[in-house]
T-cell receptor, first 111, second 109 residues
Framework: DAGVIQSPRHEVTEMGQEVTLRCKPISGHNSLFWYRQTMMRGLELLIYFNNNVPIDDSGMPEDRFSAKMPNASFSTLKIQPSEPRDSAVYFC?????????FGPGTRLTVT | KNEVEQSPQNLTAQEGEFITINCSYSVGISALHWLQQHPGGGIVSLFMLSSGKKKHGRLIATINIQEKHSSLHITASHPRDSAVYICAVKGGGNTPLVFGKGTRLSVIA
């Protein structure tokens, strides 16, 4: 298996633009997690899905952030409109039981 | 909500030294993870444990459930061990990880 796949790996955008991050979990995994990592706050959970259903989105910063998982093999995290404080590395992870497997991350820079 | 504390925050060691990184958490868990993040950012799972001790090469992880404490040891440290080591804990079921702030390790030749 190729592992968790994220795209793009790097994204630079201007404030106010819409940003869409994509994730393909490991085949057969039933849980998917979106995390954000910044120097100040470390790794934080944004949202997670179980069997494609959002279970906990309490970490989503505000209404500008939205996440979907239309099927078991694909998820998106959208930021609209983006702001400079959204600059971070966004990780997607998937799991079947306790162990989580992380994607390589998307480094987002909002200027 | 579980709080995860790691110590030290930063650690510099000479090559060959024995290294210990500590992690404490506040409520019951189903599993504790030790993760490694190299410069460049990729996150790799080193260990997942719920009791006792695990060993992989020069790395050893222990957990004391009663004391809510875990340690990660590196024997005969090497410059390639330089990375950020992150402790994360998990409740039951398909719940997310709660992360510590990480320990930045630098091993000098």
């Amino acid at each position: 298996d190729a592992g968790v796949i994220q795209s793009p790996r790097h994204e630079v955008t201007e404030m106010g633009q819409e940003v869409t991050l994509r994730c393909k979990p490991i085949s057969g995994h039933n849980s998917l997690f979106w995390y954000r990592q910044t120097m100040m706050r470390g790794l934080e959970l944004l949202i997670y899905f179980n069997n494609n259903v959002p279970i906990d989105d309490s970490g989503m910063p505000e209404d500008r952030f939205s996440a979907k998982m239309p099927n078991a093999s694909f998820s998106t995290l959208k930021i609209q409109p983006s702001e400079p404080r959204d600059s971070a590395v966004y990780f997607c992870a998937s799991s079947l039981y306790d162990e989580q497997y992380f994607g390589p991350g998307t480094r987002l820079t909002v200027t | 909500k579980n709080e995860v504390e790691q110590s030290p925050q930063n650690l510099t060691a000479q090559e060959g030294e024995f290294i210990t990184i500590n992690c404490s958490y506040s409520v019951g868990i189903s599993a504790l993870h030790w993760l490694q993040q190299h410069p460049g950012g990729g996150i790799v799972s080193l260990f997942m444990l719920s009791s006792g001790k695990k060993k992989h090469g020069r790395l050893i992880a222990t957990i004391n459930i009663q004391e809510k404490h875990s340690s990660l040891h590196i024997t005969a440290s090497h410059p390639r061990d330089s990375a950020v080591y992150i402790c994360a804990v998990k409740g039951g079921g398909n719940t997310p990880l709660v992360f510590g702030k990480g320990t930045r390790l630098s091993v000098i030749a």
